[in-house]
């Protein structure tokens, strides 16, 4: 959905030479010293897939900022491509990049930088307004949202009336309001205490969850990062030095600094299985034969089940398409679609040797005592929150 191509950005007025000097890879220090222009961004390329959430993550002067707003270009990049959805953001006519901002983007600050003299409602209904939408509509889609971002009772207040938690949620609503696909967000949780944080993470997760936007996400904290990203590009001076999965930038650090910056967080050498599996609600007995699993499995959006035995012990799992092959044949049980190659550990073991193990399989990882009964189970986004550092509700025991 975003495609950015080599993306440089030059501070200063004597770009030219200094775009070439980064082409020859001279460092920004040198190009400052001798040309009295900073290095932004440079050569910055990613892709950013629709409904992903795309973190930005590095130190404070790392570039992050700079790189977000050439994306809206309210500040103009000084090479490169910035495509969305296949149009260059870089060459755009000014009438479509308004209403790309108008309608398609919308962006989410550090300071949330409400307008004082006006109230919830007319904050998050701003962007309609400007869309031209009739005072009725404005105020059913502004109310909509503000219930969604969790401030249903506040329509009427003023910002000033709000924590600063409170408040962002406002800017979330506003950025909201007009149901764009894109969201840019820039540090929007670095300024709120701890725990607020905490609640803004995982109520930004509910939205995604529900919404599915395309987001790009700055901040300079790696819990965070790896809590709510699906992709995380790290910067440095200017430049992407990784770019992966959160599984990927823990594992395997592309560079010194890159492991210096996750150093802190190897939290998996200290986490084992129990302290992030989820307990394990979905199973099925043979008995209960193909169309119980398949009308359970959908329900859930499941793809695979667990089979256990009467007491508990674990048997193997089954597929949603073996089940439906054989309710198509009639057959009532499922003992002959039990697949028993899958992954299995003890609740003590560290989560570092499964991560790896979790990369390469399609089915969740079971935890089992040693009398083989299951006692949960371990998915990709509860491991992910556990290294993050959540706060342990998804721990079973
Ligand atoms: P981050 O958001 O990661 O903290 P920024 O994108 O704000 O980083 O800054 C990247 C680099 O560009 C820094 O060296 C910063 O000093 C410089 N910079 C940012 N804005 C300007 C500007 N308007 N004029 C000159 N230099 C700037
Ligand atoms: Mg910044």
Not at 45 to 56: K, L, R
Not at 143 to 158: C, F, M, P
Not at 337 to 366: C, F, H, N, R, W
Request: glycine letters at 10%; one cysteine or more.
């Amino acid at each position: 959905m975003i495609e950015v191509k080599n993306l440089t950005k030059i501070y200063g007025n004597n770009v030219d030479k200094a775009l070439d000097m980064v082409k020859k890879g001279i460092s920004n220090e040198e190009i400052k010293n001798k040309t009295k222009q900073v290095v932004g961004v440079r050569d910055a390329s990613f892709t950013v897939e629709e409904g992903e959430t795309f973190v930005i993550m590095g130190l404070s002067g790392s570039g992050k900022s700079t790189l977000l707003r050439c994306i809206n270009r309210l500040i103009k990049a000084s090479a490169g491509e910035i495509l969305i959805d296949g149009r260059d953001v870089l060459t755009m006519p000014a009438k479509e990049l308004e209403e790309l901002r108008k309608r398609k983007m919308a962006m989410v600050f550090q300071r949330f930088a409400l307008l004082p003299h006006r109230t919830i409602l007319e904050n998050v209904a701003y962007g309609l307004e400007i869309q031209g939408l009739d005072k009725e509509k404005r105020v059913a889609e502004a109310t909509e949202v503000i219930d969604l971002v969790g401030l249903k009772g506040w329509e009427e207040a003023y910002p000033q009336n709000l924590s600063g938690g409170m408040q962002q949620r406002v800017g979330i609503a506003r950025a909201l309001a007009t149901d764009p696909d894109i969201l840019l967000m820039d540090e929007p949780f670095s300024a709120l205490d701890p725990l607020i944080r905490q609640d803004m993470q995982e109520e930004l997760l509910g939205i995604q969850e529900k919404l599915q936007k395309t987001i790009i996400f700055i901040t300079h904290d790696l819990d965070e990062a790896l809590k709510i990203g699906d992709h995380i590009a790290l910067m440095k001076d200017g430049q992407i030095v990784q770019i992966g999965q959160p599984e990927d930038i823990l594992l395997s650090p592309a560079s010194d600094y890159v492991a210096r910056f996750v150093e802190n967080v190897n939290r998996s050498l200290a986490l084992t299985a129990s302290s992030v599996m989820v307990r394990p609600r979905y199973v099925v007995h043979p008995k209960d034969g193909p169309r119980t699993a398949l009308n359970f499995m959908e329900k859930h959006g499941l793809s695979t089940l667990f089979v256990l035995d009467r007491i508990g012990k674990l048997k193997g799992y089954i597929r949603a398409e073996d089940a439906s092959e054989i309710a198509s044949q009639g057959i009532k049980d499922l003992g002959g679609i039990i697949q028993t190659d899958m992954p299995t550990t003890g609740p003590d073991s560290p989560l570092a040797g499964l991560l790896e193990v979790m990369a390469y399989t399609k089915v969740p990882i079971a935890v089992v005592d040693e009398n083989n009964k299951l006692q949960g189970t371990l998915v990709r986004g509860s491991v992910i929150a556990g290294l993050a550092g959540g706060r342990g509700e998804m721990n079973n025991g």
